[in-house]
């Protein structure tokens, strides 16, 4: 009790709030999915994990234990974790993993958060199965604004193997190929009726006609991009990433892997039907193999009577094209930030820092004799401004706080090493093979930043899910080709861009973001497909400390895992 009240006298009193207490064991559970049984790892032994609800300000305190044979840390992705870097929890950039029988205390501190976000694991391919739904409601005494739902839905939308996915990134980088797919796509958990041995199990809701519901869906999917609906039921967006939006219709959303969206929709077809919610990939990158299946739920209506027969089966949505970039650019580019009196926004106007990434699926040259999976024989690397980012032997977090030399670099470049027309046609080889390090890049306190993610087709272009750790930054503008300096910033939007902390690089295109360094603290940017990720698609903001007290990083928790055996 000790430890915790020094932890709460030094919070910013902004996060005075409600304490919430969780205990998280993580263990091996049997499941069966697909006609098959396997163990998975589990958070209480539930998959999908458990939700955590708090309101706004609040802090939750979570004990954790790895009960399973794997190393183990938990993100709480969305949270901007104010001044807190150390429970974070990226493995090697905020701490070292959790090992097998150890435990540890995750602190969250909820500031301006409201709305769903989620948290998962952070370390492999773990976050397939360990990962669960964070609700922050408003504030004690304040509503919603948007009409109140009459009640809320969670979605988390998943991927399922058949295989252990604890060995997925170790068989690959022995082959250099690809990760293997999928082998469904799950809404809470369950494939749905379309796949085999799932129709019973198929997750279901049930609602009133006439009334507003919410849904509250996150994407934990690992590798894939998708376009989700409700058959015959029209949508309105409301909230990203913990933030409020203004509100929009719209047939169909696209969400990558670690957005989270708060969603509208009224009850309102005729009760003697089912209807499907069902998703299905959205996968841009040419050649780039993927899950080509649709998972489902059902949606029925609340019978008033028994003649209130139920005719034929579920009808299915229409669902844009897999490769249809076209909606999926119609939908992102409406998002715009609520920006009113009772949540205001605040773009930087001035920026002093301006920072030019680019992100690239790359290929190496095979190790040994055989020829690897990848392309024309070799292997799979990826890279942010031509650096392949190399995990280190202790937390970077650590090296930093306490002067640890030797552990990583401060010169990740600002702009390209190389420039070059980064979204042309056959680019040549001498952009194919990256840069290995750990290197940072260092930002002052306080800086205005802006950062332009650029996409290239160096191997092949996709939609990059980017996801910044620490931050709710502001997406001021996107496009298709290569960034102007000149021309494209003229068209930024200032007064209400949307705030989140997961955004799509659009296919062969970029995308402008803004944000002021106020987070002290050692922050991941990475793509949030986890082959890419993996590759090396990643890289770390070091955000100095300020002046005074509230300004500088909290001191470590006297907890933190080591990194030694």
């Not at 990558?256 to 089912?274: C, E, K, V, W, Y």
């Not at 996409?455 to 298709?480: E, K, Q, R, W």
Request: some cysteine; glycine content about 8%; hydrophobic content about 35%.
């Amino acid at each position: 009790m000790l430890t915790l009240f020094l932890f709460l006298a030094i919070l910013p009193q902004s996060c005075y709030g409600r304490i919430h207490h969780h205990r998280f064991v993580v263990k091996s559970s049997s499941y069966t999915r697909l006609c098959s049984t396997k163990n998975i790892l589990t958070v209480n032994g539930i998959f999908p994990g458990p939700t955590l609800k708090a309101n706004r300000g609040d802090t939750l305190i979570i004990k954790f234990y790895n009960q399973a044979q794997y190393n183990i840390t938990l993100h709480w992705h969305g949270v901007k974790q104010e001044r807190n870097p150390w429970s974070d929890g990226a493995a090697f950039i905020n701490q070292c993993p959790i090992r097998a029988g150890k435990s540890f205390t995750y602190k969250i501190q909820l500031t301006n958060e409201e709305g769903t976000i989620w948290w998962h694991a952070h370390i492999g391919w773990a976050r397939a199965t360990i990962h669960g739904m964070i609700i922050v409601y408003p504030v004690n005494g304040q509503n919603y604004p948007f009409r109140k739902p009459y009640a809320e839905i969670p979605i988390l939308l998943g991927e399922w193997w058949k295989k252990n996915v604890m060995e997925i990134e170790e068989n690959a980088n022995k082959t250099g190929g690809e990760p293997i797919l999928s082998d469904a796509y799950t809404i809470n958990g369950q494939p749905g009726d379309l796949y085999p041995c799932s129709k019973q199990e198929t997750f279901r809701v049930e609602v009133e006609q006439g009334k507003t519901y919410l849904l509250r869906i996150v994407s934990a999917i690992m590798d894939e991009n998708v376009f989700f609906a409700i058959a015959n039921h029209k949508l309105v967006l409301v909230g990203t990433d913990g933030f409020y939006t203004k509100p929009f219709e719209t047939d169909y959303i696209m969400i990558t892997p670690g957005q989270s969206m708060d969603i509208l929709f009224d009850a309102n077809q005729p009760i003697t039907r089912h209807y499907y919610l069902a998703a299905r990939a959205y996968s841009s990158a040419d050649g780039a193999g993927f899950d080509n299946t649709t998972t489902t739920a059902i949606l029925h209506y609340k019978r008033t009577t028994k003649r209130n027969l139920i005719s034929s089966s579920p009808l299915l949505p229409s669902l844009p094209h897999y490769n249809d970039t076209r909606a999926s650019t119609e939908f992102t580019s409406k998002f715009k930030s609520l920006a009113s009196k009772d949540h205001p926004i605040e773009v930087p106007l001035k920026i002093d820092t301006n920072l030019l990434f680019t992100v690239s699926v790359n290929l190496l040259n095979c190790r040994g004799e055989n020829p690897c999976d990848g392309p024309y024989g070799k292997r799979f690397s990826a890279s942010v401004n031509n650096v392949s980012f190399v995990a280190p032997k202790i937390d970077i977090l650590r090296a930093y706080y306490y002067n640890v030399s030797g552990v990583f670099g401060r010169n990740f470049p600002e702009n390209p090493p190389k420039k070059f027309d980064y979204t042309g046609e056959n680019l040549g080889d001498e952009y194919l093979t990256p840069d290995f390090g750990t290197r940072v890049l260092v930002l002052e306190y306080n800086a205005s930043v802006e950062l332009v993610l650029q996409g290239t087709n160096v191997l092949a272009s996709d939609n990059h899910p980017i996801h910044l750790h620490g931050y709710g930054f502001y997406a001021v503008g996107s496009g298709f080709g290569n960034f102007d300096p000149e021309k494209d910033p003229l068209g930024y939007n200032l007064v209400d861009p949307p705030q989140e902390t997961t955004v799509g690089i659009p296919n062969n295109g970029w995308v402008a973001v803004r944000f002021r360094a106020d987070n002290p603290g050692v922050w991941l940017l990475h793509c949030h497909l986890e082959r890419h990720q993996s590759w090396g698609m990643s890289t770390v903001f070091v955000v100095k400390n300020g002046v005074t007290a509230q300004s500088k990083i909290l001191p470590p928790p006297y907890d933190l895992p080591s990194c030694s055996d």
